[in-house]
């Protein structure tokens, strides 16, 4: 499925309690039902791979990435339709990016920098160690080795034991939910939110 990536910014809405303000997003459900396939829009980005929250730096926080505490940014990767009203209807708090800046702010800004590789199943671990007498140190198997015990330890097979992580790096998060980004989209929606700024 193509999408184009968005970024959005936040700031805190005071209005619900100004002791521990909640989250103002912009009023996605404003875009027409049909860009958002009948559904409001949280469920609709959702179905889409769902928020990639800045977590370097949130409200309160600066850093070069984001410099200014009242803001707080997410990012979602949507159809084009919902991409260019999105843009359009809030160009001052949605931006587009294109898929190298995406791939730059989820691997440095979001979740993933702060994953492991790999997810480690500690007692299916546990049961290989005590199983092949390797009690400490790197499993590596042997032609002793059964089938399934070799596929727990090969990080790119889906086998409880030692997974590879799709959400740690950008590659396997666009892969594990299925989607690609098309310049030409990205243009098409980075000229309506421009044409938008300029009205």
Known sequence: MDLVPLKV??????KVNPKDPGILYPDFNRIPSTARQGFRWQQFVDLNGGPIYDKA????????????????HVCYVVPEPFAREAATLFPNDVE??????????YD???????????????????ALR????VPTGRLTADG????ADR?????TNPRAGIVKDPRASFTGFKTSKGFTIQVAD?????????AALGS
């Open 57 to 72: 730096s949130g409200f309160g926080e600066q850093d070069p990435g984001s410099p200014d505490p009242m803001e707080w």
């Open 130 to 133: 005590s199983k092949y007498g």
């Open 96 to 105: 587009v990016l294109t898929e190298s800046e995406l791939q730059t702010y």
């Open 108 to 126: 440095s800004r979001s979740i993933a920098h702060l994953l492991p590789p790999e997810k480690i199943d500690s007692t299916v671990i546990d």
């Open 151 to 155: 596929e727990s330890i090969d990080p």
């Open 186 to 194: 990205v243009t098409r929606v980075l000229n309506a939110r421009t």
């Open 9 to 14: 910014t936040l700031r805190p809405n005071a």
């Open 144 to 147: 002793s080795w059964d089938q």
